[in-house]
Structures are given as C-alpha cells and as structure tokens.
C-alpha cells in the first residue's frame, strides 16, 4: 500500500481478492458444470466427455412437467405476492406516518427465522387437524376429507411467503420516492383517485414492479424447498429434480443439463419481461434501492 | 363521494393489515410452539403449555442439535469476515477508481444473485468433485464465502457512492500517509455500511440451506440438521433454537437503527461551532 503501488494498479489490487474468489468458485464450476453437462456414461461405468448435446434434449423433454411447474408456480407465487405486497407497500409509503420504519421492520421480520422453519411453520399451520383446515372444513371451503398440505395449494402459498419481502421492499423503496407534489398536481387538475392511481402512481413506481417481480421469480423458479416440505411427488419443481439427481442418483450430465436449461429459460423470462416492462427500470433501481 | 373514498381508505388499510398478519403469523406461530408440549414425534398440534423445550433447548428426542448449532455459528462468523473483508475492497474499488472494465465487473457481481441456489450448488461440488476434494467444513465455509461475496459488494457499495472524497484530500494535505487516511479517514466513514453488509452476510449464511446441503459432506450445520430432521421428527427445540436466533437478529437489528441514529443525529450537530 503506502503509495508504492502506480495509481493504475490499485484498484486492480483491490478488486483481485473478491473478484479471484468468484473467478474460482463461481465462474469455474459453472465452466465444470458445462463440460459436464456433455458427458456420457453411467454411475458405475463413469462419465466420458463426448460433446453429448442429447442429454439436453432428453432432459427437457424428460422433466418438461417439472419446468413447466416451476414456471407456473413460480409465476403464481410472483402475481400473488405483488397483489399482496403492493397496497401493503403503498400503505406503508403513504399512510404510515411514524409506523413507517417499524412497519418496515415487520416486512422482514420473517427474514430472521431460518428458511427451513418458516416452511415448516406453515405445515403446521396447514396440517390436516389444524386450525385452517378444520375452519375451512366447518365453511364448506375444504370438503370434509380435503386437505391443504402437499396441495398445489400449500405450495405456492410457501412460496409466495418466503419470498414476499423480496416484492414489498423494492415496491416501497419506488414508491416511497415518488415526489407527493406530482400526485397533488394531478388531484388539481381534477384527476379522479383511480386516473392518478393509473397514470401517475403506478407508472412512477414501474422500477419496483420491475425490481419487485424478478427478485420474487428468480429464487421462486429455482426453488425445492416448499414443493419438498408442503407437497408431494405431484407438486415436485425443476430444483427437486437438480438436487436428487445430483445428490441422490449421482446422475451428474442430467443435473448439470437441467441446471443450464433452467438458467437459459430464466434468462429468456427476465429479457421478456425486461422488453415488456421497460429496461430503464431494470437497470434503474437493480440493488441501488436506498433507505 | 366522500363517504365512497372513506370507504376505500378503510379498506385499503384492513388488506394492508391482512398482508401484515400473513407475513407475522407464521413467525408467531414458531414461538407458540416453542412452548408446546407435543405428543408424538412432530409439533404439529397444540397440546399444553410447557418449558421443558426452554429449560434443555440441545436436548430433545434428535441429538446433535447443539453441535449443528455451533457448526453454523462458526461458519457464519468466518465466511462474514472473510467476505466482508474481500466485499469491502471489491466495493472500494468499483466506487473510487475509474479503470478499464468497471462496467463489466459492475454487471458481473450480479450475476452470482440471479443464479438459482440450487445451480450454485450444483456447479461447486462438481468442481470439488472432480478435483477429489473432501467436502466437509472448509467447503461450505468456501461456498458461503461465494455467495454471500455479492451481497456485500452491492451493500458497501451502495452506501460508498455519494462518498465525500473532499475529507480524505483534507487528510492528505494535512500529511497524512495513505495507510493513515485509510484507517483514520475512510474506514470510519464507511464502517456503518460495513456493519451492515456484515450483519447481512452472517444472517444469510446462518440461514443458507440449499447450498450447504450440496457442499456440506457429513458436516451438520443447523438448516441441514432441521431438514434431515424434517422427515422423522419435529421437536420444540428446533423451534426453540428458531426463536433464539430470531429474538439475537432481532436485537441486532435494533441495536444497529439506533446507533445509527445516533451517529446521524451527531453528524448533523457537527457543523456548529462549539
């Protein structure tokens, strides 16, 4: 340090350590994964490199069930969380007054329980003899041998808990920036509460849609975790199939396959969406979300 | 009209209340049943008030809680430090240099985030496994460096820009060496978003269970222990060890608002002559 080094070199030393970390353990195996993903053979034979593009075709077409669901569910889960997350956000941006930071606070709360616990949680609350269910049963809701748990149901609820907060802070954080004289202007000018809703609130809050939606899908299509503790076989997503063929089958092409496959069509989801939503506000708020 | 726009505003405020509960209860529900007193294996329904989960939380029908426990402590303080560490410079780097490929490795830090945990998984042990690594300790504790890298870069540097570079020049021309400045200036400048990359990487990786599990060997971190437990039992004392680190994070959480309003409320007086 002490100036030795040329002013060129500095920042080029001080990005090497973090930088050389994710070179190595992210950006290599992803390499690895790769190759990989191109190999022949079986467990007990071992696997050959041989350019196999096949387990690629073979992997979609094996698992489309699988992808397809990750794509509903999380899709689902997504829609659900910004209609639950938005007046939410918008409340707290604009009603609260002095609630606001311990409504904030609140928002995530859940984040301090471990992952695994808050899906467990909601088995218990979803359980057959539960509370829920015996209400809903006694309505007429659930018929009288229904259930929630290992439902389509109990699974894109999880989801869509686990990864509510994702949605509401971005939302806030757009919402919350929104200069208040801009929506003054338009109850001036005789704007109705839904035009300026429409034309002026929820244009301006566009980035943390934006923002809100791909933090919610990304994690959500990749997720395994609520289809394995709130479902069933039936209700199995595209990352139950990763981690068993991976880590029970030792079925490593496949994985590696379906791993490139699901990264590829998340990728497309998020271009897509990126086109429809506008890029600005991809790249506008992306990690920048201030207090 | 009056009465119609009342109307909405009530209503606007119960579904902002409904969502709160949605996103309460559950967590409510882990600390209730902390205390239950449950018949057979899983804590699914409520039976009787009891201590007993609270009076021997590393007790309990599945042994080895505690010693998972201590495991995700460990690695959870040693991947913070290392990341916050590494994060911290990266950060540094990207805010107050400009140098040939800042765009790209802005865009590249991103990239970690959007890849689905169970693909980072994935990717690791297949290097580990074609190197013969030994997965185990170092392992997980490598990979939770890894992802929690990321975070920190993107936190620290979000609270680096709008820096005032005009106090380390202060510094300088007053003599200072870089290595002075640095500590004396800069660090304390930027320790507050430090503190708070570092509060976030230890929680993530306290919490992470996807890619642990692919990297963990036979090492039993805490998430790790809850998921193989998951399938034969579920006893209060995984709720009660739930409840510990959420009322610790809790605290923490607090603790760090207040200091910083604190440090805010210091930092607006300072201009005045005393």
Same mark, same amino acid.
């Given at each position: 340090?002490r100036?030795?080094?040329?002013k060129?070199?500095l920042?080029?030393?001080? +990005? ?13 195996p ?11 053979g079986? /467990?007990? $034979? ?7 593009f !096949?387990n690629?075709t ?7 069930e ?7 569910? %999380?899709?689902l889960?997504? +829609?659900i %969380?910004?209609?639950i997350g938005y007046p939410l ?6 009603r ?24 467990l ?7 057959d003899s ?10 007429g ?6 259930r929630?748990l ?9 989801? $869509?808990y686990?990864? /509510? ?14 200069d208040?004289?801009?929506?003054e &202007? ?9 035009d ?8 301006l809050s566009m980035p943390g849609?934006?923002?809100?939606t ?5 994690? !959500?299509?990749?997720d395994?975790?609520n ?19 991976? +880590?029970?089958? &030792?079925?490593?092409?496949?994985? !590696?396959?379906?791993s ?7 990728l497309a989801?998020?271009?897509?969406w990126?086109?429809? !939503?506008?890029?600005e %506000?991809? /790249?506008?708020?992306?990690g920048?979300?201030?207090? | ?9 009530g209503?606007?405020?119960v579904y902002a ?18 205390f @239950? ?8 329904i ?5 201590f007993?989960?609270? #009076?021997?939380p =590393?007790g ?6 505690g010693?998972?426990l201590? *495991? ?7 991947s913070?430090?290392?990341? #916050?560490?590494?994060? #911290? ?6 805010v107050r240099?400009?140098?040939r ?5 802005? =865009? ?7 890849t689905?945990?169970v693909?980072?998984?994935a ?9 013969s690594?030994?997965t ?15 975070f920190?870069?993107i936190?620290?540097r ?5 820096f ?11 003599g ?9 200036? *800069? =660090?304390p400048?930027?320790?507050?978003g430090?503190?708070s990359?570092?509060?976030l990487?230890?929680a ?8 642990? @599990? ?6 039993i971190t ?13 006893p209060p ?8 680190i959420?009322?610790? #994070?809790?605290?923490?959480m607090?603790? *760090?608002?207040?200091q910083?309003?604190?440090?805010e409320?210091?930092?607006s ?6």
């Open positions: 340090m100036g030795r080094l040329k060129a070199g920042p080029y030393a001080l +990005l090497l350590p973090g930088l050389g970390w994710l070179l190595i353990f992210f950006v290599i992803l390499a690895y994964m790769a190759f990989e993903s191109l190999k022949i079986t /467990l007990d $034979t071992g696997y050959t490199f041989n350019w196999e !096949a690629y073979e992997a979609l077409s094996d698992f489309s699988q992808f397809a669901r990750s794509f509903e569910y %999380a899709g889960a997504t +829609l %969380a910004l209609l956000a918008y409340v707290i941006a604009f609260a007054g002095r609630w606001r930071n311990a409504l904030l606070l609140a928002v995530i709360v859940p984040f301090f329980v471990t992952y695994l616990i808050r899906t949680s909601w088995e218990t609350i979803l359980s539960g509370l829920v269910v015996e209400t809903l049963r006694t309505v809701i659930v018929s009288e041998d229904g929630l290992d439902t389509t149901v109990s699974v894109v609820m999880g989801i $869509t686990n990864y /509510l907060p994702f949605m509401i802070l971005p939302l806030y954080a757009s919402l919350e920036r929104i208040v004289r801009l929506l &202007a338009g109850y001036d000018l005789y704007g109705r509460r839904r300026v809703f429409f034309r002026v609130t929820l244009p849609v934006v923002a809100g791909l933090l919610t899908f990304i994690p !959500a299509a990749g395994f975790i289809a394995e503790l709130l479902g069933t076989p039936n209700q199995f997503m595209i990352g139950n199939v990763i981690q068993s063929r991976f +880590l029970e089958l &030792a079925d490593y092409p496949t994985a !590696a396959a379906l490139f496959i699901l990264m590829a069509l998340m989801v998020v271009l897509v990126a086109r429809v !939503a506008g890029t %506000a991809l /790249l506008g708020t992306e920048e979300a201030r207090r | 009209m009056r009465t119609r726009r009342k109307l909405l505003d209503f606007l405020n209340g409904l969502a709160l509960l949605y996103l309460l209860v559950p967590i409510a529900i882990i600390i209730v049943f902390s @239950n007193d449950p018949r057979g294996r899983f804590n699914f409520w039976q009787e008030f009891s007993d989960a609270w #009076t021997d =590393f309990g029908p599945v042994p080895g809680i010693d998972a201590a *495991t995700s402590v460990e690695i959870a303080v040693l913070t430090l290392v990341a #916050t560490a590494l994060g #911290t410079l990266t950060a540094l780097a990207l240099y400009e140098f490929g800042r765009a790209p490795v802005n =865009f590249f830090i991103f990239i970690p985030l959007a689905p945990e693909v980072l998984g990717a690791l042990l297949s290097l580990f496994l074609n190197f690594v030994a185990g300790f170092s392992t997980i504790l490598i990979a939770h460096i890894m992802f929690n890298l990321s920190v870069i936190t620290v979000s609270r680096l820009i709008g005032d570079r005009s106090l380390e020049e202060a510094a300088q021309d007053l200072a060496t870089p290595w002075q400045t640095f500590w004396l200036v *800069t =660090f400048l930027i320790l507050p430090v503190i990359a570092a509060l990487a230890f993530l990786s306290l919490d992470d269970f996807v890619i642990t @599990n692919f990297t963990s060997g036979s090492t805490f998430p790790v222990f809850v998921w193989g437990a998951a399938r034969v039992a579920i004392q995984i709720y009660v060890i739930a409840s510990m959420f009322l610790v #994070t809790l605290a923490a607090l603790l *760090t608002v207040w910083q309003r604190r440090a409320r210091m930092a007086v300072r201009p005045e002559p005393a």
